[in-house]
């Protein structure tokens, strides 16, 4: 598949608003693994296969163990591999990632007010959100994969 229009070139203003969303996860409470596993379960979905080479190499680098990225996508069946809150990022990545099929649902809701504050579960929503802006830029310009 080739690459289509590069859009930090074709519109560079939309690319820095878009970096200003990546700055903004910088200054967040999540660690770099939460925002990993968010990033990585959400293009899973998505099914983009550039931002899953480029964040499962991000998870390795930050200590990441490659068994929990390898099951990942069947985490479901695996939780134990995962902590409580894990597994609640990954419940609301999934619900808005998949918004049309029922948005987040009340009872993740609840669990992740249980286990985060409000500003971590707006940090975590704004994440969701800007991983799958980022999948969307990616599939849709058949951005390539490093080699």
């Known amino acids: 598949m080739s690459a289509r229009l590069n859009i930090a070139a074709v519109e560079s203003a939309a690319y820095k608003a878009m970096m200003g969303l990546e700055g903004y996860l910088q200054t967040t409470s999540l660690t770099h693994i939460q925002k990993e596993l968010i990033k990585i379960r959400a293009s899973q979905i998505n099914k983009c296969a550039f931002c899953l080479d480029m ?4 998870a390795i680098k930050y200590g990441e163990n490659p068994q929990r990225i390898f099951i990942l996508n069947g985490w479901t069946e695996a939780k134990e591999f995962f902590t409580e809150e894990e597994q609640v990022l990954l419940a609301m990545t999934e619900e808005i990632t998949l ?3 029922a948005g987040l649902t009340e009872d993740t809701y609840q669990k992740a007010a249980a286990v985060f504050s409000e500003k971590q579960i707006a940090e975590i929503i704004m ?5 799958n802006a980022w999948n ?3 599939v ?4 390539p994969i490093a080699k």
């Open 127 to 131: 994440a969701i959100v800007t991983i």
């Open 55 to 58: 964040h499962t190499k991000d």
């Open 136 to 138: 969307r830029i990616a």
């Open 140 to 143: 849709s310009t058949h951005m």
């Open 99 to 101: 918004i049309s099929h």
